[in-house]
């Protein structure tokens, strides 16, 4: 049971916050649980890794592996399914901080269905943590080659009918008194991966006045398929269709808004409307704006 509690944490639990357990990503998503919607998920802890690395192989220990499992099955009664489809995100200790995001270094696979291929995410996620990419990204910011600690976040996947990155802060202008939300059709990879060109709305936070609502040609977007994701055409007829309306501008504008005041600086922010619902699944800082004077 000891090595249980170390192993895997839960959403929303007060051990799920420290970030050095569970790293930035998954610290934030914590944190905030209590008060946002957020797809319910576990955490495979720094810990696991550390001791598996200890052992000089990164093959799944047996314990961990039932761990895992178990873990899975109430995330499936929670969700209300036999197998749901999981996001398996990597969470590194130095991951989401103030100075450099780590955005896209590490691996994230979306509808991981059953337990067989979570384990398998879970050790991609683990392999990820000393990829070319990610060693090379920690030498241009001179941070650490060792002592490297990565968590892995299992979570219902969202069905997103739109995704979005919102920022609290205009990234481009550096202006504090505006929102700027990027959204596009169906699962985030395209809007973050930047595979589409997403409609662009500009809104001032002191009125929540939409200041300008550019409408982008969106030709791709990225779905679900059994086991995975696909990226394919947009239906001709929701190329030049706003992905948002008015009132869902408004509201990822309020939550950006609500979220930079909770945690004290400004945030990037990835969510998406499933159902008329509108689901938190990522807050860490903006890195490129330059500190007030």
């Known amino acids: 049971m000891k090595n249980e509690i170390l192993d895997i944490l839960w959403l929303g639990q007060p051990a799920c916050h420290d970030i050095s357990r569970v790293g930035g990503k998954v610290a934030n998503l914590s944190r905030l649980a209590a008060d946002h919607r957020i797809p319910p998920g576990f955490c495979l802890t720094t810990g696991a890794l550390d001791r598996v690395e200890a052992e000089g192989t990164l093959a799944f220990p047996a314990e961990l592996r039932d761990q895992l499992a178990r873990a899975y099955r109430d995330l499936a ?8 489809g999981v996001a398996v995100r990597s969470s590194a200790v130095d991951e989401d901080g103030r100075a450099a995001s780590f ?5 994230t696979y979306l509808n991981i269905v059953g337990v067989e291929a979570v ?12 990829s070319p990419r990610a060693l090379e990204y920690r030498r ?39 929102v700027v939300i990027n959204a ?79 945690l004290g600086w400004p945030v990037d ?5 499933h159902a008329g619902c509108l ?15």
Request: proline residues 6%.
């Open 279 to 293: 689901y938190l699944l990522q807050c860490r800082p903006i890195t490129t704006l330059v500190e007030p004077e």
């Open 77 to 84: 009664e929670r969700c209300g399914a036999d197998e749901p």
């Open 269 to 273: 922010v990835e969510c998406a409307y």
């Open 140 to 178: 241009r910011y001179g941070l650490p080659l060792d002592r490297l600690r990565l968590a892995v976040l299992v979570q219902r996947l969202v069905a997103s009918d739109v995704s979005a990155v919102v920022f609290s802060a205009n990234p481009v202008t550096r202006s504090r008194d505006e």
């Open 119 to 130: 384990v398998e995410a879970v050790g991609r996620c683990w392999q990820s943590l000393r």
């Open 184 to 262: 596009s059709w169906g699962l985030g990879e395209s809007v973050v991966g930047g595979t589409v060109t997403p409609d662009t709305c500009i809104v001032r936070k002191a009125d929540l006045t939409v200041l300008s609502h550019q409408i982008a040609e969106k030709r791709r977007m990225t779905v679900s398929i059994p086991g995975g994701t696909r990226e394919v055409d947009v239906p001709r007829f929701l190329r030049a269709q706003p992905a948002l309306d008015d009132g869902q501008i408004v509201e990822m504008a309020r939550l950006a808004m609500a979220l930079e005041a909770k």
């Open 103 to 107: 955005a896209g270094q590490y691996e």
